[in-house]
């Protein structure tokens, strides 16, 4: 006997035709293969997107499509840098292909309603330019009325919510690499993946205002977290997963109307 499932790859290829027919929505995470400190796993913004979406259908009916595994290359003053063992990247013509071919294809079946729910900071201006290209093709072949939403999913977290999670203050997002944000997800949504004793405090990175190529590699933190995650428990994960699901999904009901 099966069940629902909302992910999309584990349907039957009748239950997607079905799905389409009714106009449901696709959401496709999209993360990175990459370091994220001496705690955390290599596909950390592969899972927490992932899991947005997952919390994004039990709001509203929507659909996840296969999450992206591979991003843009690690940049230093928002990913550490991209030297780091197993930090898997891609060119990024090369990921604005791929994305640009996955909505396309998406697009041929019948979906109408996209979203891509980004959890790599150095991919949102190829995701753009994926979705400008896809929506340009999908008119050559005839369909006008796609509709694509892109989103972070770290855009939904207000200063509200930051002041709940960051009573001592608040580094900025761009330091949020492996530190308490992404750190307290995975311990709401994946805690065997996290070790978190690994972790040392550490004073949040120091960069210039601008990048040089090759880096200077001595300016990210040894460990590779951006700011100490020390502060991370699984109650703010919890409570970042709340308002980022609500987000989305109030988004897919803005732009889409509701279900
Ligand atoms: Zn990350």
Known sequence: MGHATSFLAELTWAEFGEAAA?????????????????HLPLNTDQLLPTEVCRRVTALRQALVAPTICYGYKSQQRAGGGNWYPGTLSLDGGTLTALVKTVLTELGRHG????????GHY????FLHEAVDLALRELKWDGVRDARIVL????????PETIARIYPDGFAGVELEHAGVMETSMMLAAHPG??????????????FPAYDVYPPHTGLTPKAGSLTSPKRATAEKGEILFGVTAKGVADTLNTEFGKP
């Not at 696709?26 to 400190?37: A, R």
């Not at 979906?111 to 980004?118: D, E, K, P, S, Y």
């Not at 150095?122 to 201006?125: A, G, M, P, R, T």
């Open 193 to 206: 993946l996290v070790h978190l004793e690994r972790a040392e405090d550490h004073a949040p990175a120091k």
């Open 122 to 125: 150095e991919n949102l201006w």
């Open 111 to 118: 979906i109408r309603q996209m979203c891509l729910v980004n």
């Open 151 to 158: 989103l972070s999913y770290w855009d939904f977290i207000s």
């Open 22 to 38: 009714k106009g449901t929505p696709v959401l496709l995470p999209v993360g990175s293969t990459e370091q994220h400190g001496v």
